[in-house]
């Protein structure tokens, strides 16, 4: 990472980590590698009892980090939180990482062209448990309606100036959709949304992931977002809904001659073989076992 400057603000990076020790390498690189020179990683680990310890003793000064037991992912970021100081605030779970490593360096430069922004979002790809690609999540423009509608903002490339966020800083009774309330919490204060025109994260589709494992609590929590925030999960919501994946396959398709190397985190060396047909063509509940 870097040296510090005092002449830009600085970022934070919080990450929530619990026995993931496979990807936490690669979320750890992806934040050091950053061009961009004030930023700060803390990560707060639940008490993991495989190698994910040792993983951070390593890192070295470049991560602030404790392990011990904890509440649950919310709870851990919240933690994160507290613990840290920059301006901006980054989110990036431990089996996630940065696209690249001009990310931060671009996101912090929007945020500078743009005093009156607070929150900066980006396109983001989804990759195998092994870094391979299976789509690339194009994000639209900002717009209140269809965030009540779909979650269009993937929570590892946003960024979000701290003087919008409070303490704590994620709801810890939502366990599934904890990002999506922050957005629309965010959106019914008055908070202004900006998308930069990048890919800026990956989301690692891996066996142990939330989708995977807790789709009952991701329920629960979304019907008491519709109570809350008047969001459209049922079928009003259908066709706005339709038409925006629509939409994201082919925008996204768009994207694809910018995945190239360098990258930040580890990946196949036949990165985009099929990403096309995948984009356009596969449905989700139809991806080949090793995308599941």
């Not at 980090?65 to 507290?82: C, L, M, T, V, Y």
């Not at 993937?154 to 939502?174: C, N």
């Amino acid at each position: 990472m870097s040296a510090r400057s005092d002449k830009r603000p600085l970022v934070s990076i919080l990450t929530p980590s619990y026995n993931q020790a496979e990807w936490l390498s690669d979320n750890l690189h992806s934040v050091a590698c950053q061009t961009y020179p004030n930023v700060e990683h803390v990560v707060m680990d639940g008490g993991s009892t495989d190698s994910s310890v040792g993983i951070l003793e390593a890192a070295g000064d470049s991560v602030t980090w404790r392990s011990e037991p904890d509440e649950g992912q919310s709870h851990a970021i919240n933690k994160a939180f507290r613990a840290s100081s920059g301006e901006i605030i980054g989110w990036i779970n431990s089996d996630d990482a940065y696209f690249d490593c001009s990310v931060i360096e671009d996101v912090v430069s929007l945020f500078e062209a743009h005093p009156e922004v607070d929150v900066v979002y980006g396109h983001c790809a989804q990759t195998t448990a092994a870094g391979g690609l299976i789509q690339i999540l194009w994000a639209p423009p900002f717009s209140s309606e269809l965030l009540r509608t779909t979650n269009v903002i993937s929570q590892p490339a946003t960024f979000v100036r701290r003087r919008v966020l409070s303490d704590p800083m994620l709801d810890e009774s939502f366990h599934f959709t904890m990002d999506y309330e922050l957005w629309l919490r965010l959106e019914a204060r008055g908070a202004r949304f900006e998308r930069i025109g990048r890919i800026a994260a990956i989301d690692r589709h891996q066996a142990e992931r939330k989708s995977s494992t807790i789709l009952d609590v991701h329920a629960s929590d979304s019907q008491r977002l519709a109570g809350t925030y008047d969001t459209r999960f049922g079928p009003q919501g259908d066709r706005t809904r339709t038409r925006f994946y629509l939409r994201q396959r082919v925008a996204g398709a768009l994207l694809i001659p910018r995945v190239r190397p360098p990258l930040a985190f580890s990946h196949p060396p036949d990165l985009r073989r099929g990403l096309l047909r995948r984009q356009l063509l596969t449905r989700r509940s139809r991806w080949p076992e090793e995308y599941r």
